[in-house]
């Protein structure tokens, strides 16, 4: 995997700290982040979801209020104990995005949101695994921030303070394009866009 030379800020250990706070630091100060994940519930109508890095479970919660089957996983035991004190009706484990221990063809929703852009994350990757465990037919989405999509000064300028921290901004569209598909995109915010594709029958 790649590693970034530069020391990593959102590590396992931050976000098992960060967790009992994580809902509220979203609220208040991650707006855009709250309204990714609605849309995302908004797409779905029925069948099983798996949030690949759900974190403390806010999606699988909205998604669970809405009858669908819930499955999540994620590798930080703090945020997967918050997401389990919410109770709500969901499979929640501990595993990686990287080597998602569920067959292939299982899923109508793999989703997973505000979750990729760390600079050290191989999102490819990512998308090829949650690929895999999806149905044919079914739907894989993200929520997340591209590279610049728009060439102005501002968007360049955000990108290249966004490489001195852990963020990454990625072009999302052509990583799916790599793997065969050409993803929908629906901008939620400036610099936010949420971005799915139909798993198709590949030859
Ligand atoms: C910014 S949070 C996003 C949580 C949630 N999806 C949301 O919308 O708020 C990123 C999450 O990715 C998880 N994560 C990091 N590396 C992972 C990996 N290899 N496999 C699964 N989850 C991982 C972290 O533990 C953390 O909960």
Redesign the pocket.
Known sequence: MNTSAKPRFWT?KM?NRLSRYYDAF?RTLFPA?EKG?KRVVEKMSTGRVL?????TG??LELAARKGISCFG????DG?LEIAKSKRMDAEIINA???DIPYPDNQFDYVV????LSGGYIEPEKVLSEMIRVCKVGGEVFITEWPKAREDTFTERLIVWLASFSDDAPKDYEAIFRTLGYIPEIEKLEKRYYLYGIKKKLMA
């Open positions: 396992t976000y979203m982040g994940r949030d690949v890095a759900c974190g806010t999606l996983i994620d590798i930080s945020m990686s995005y990287y997973a949101t505000n979750a």
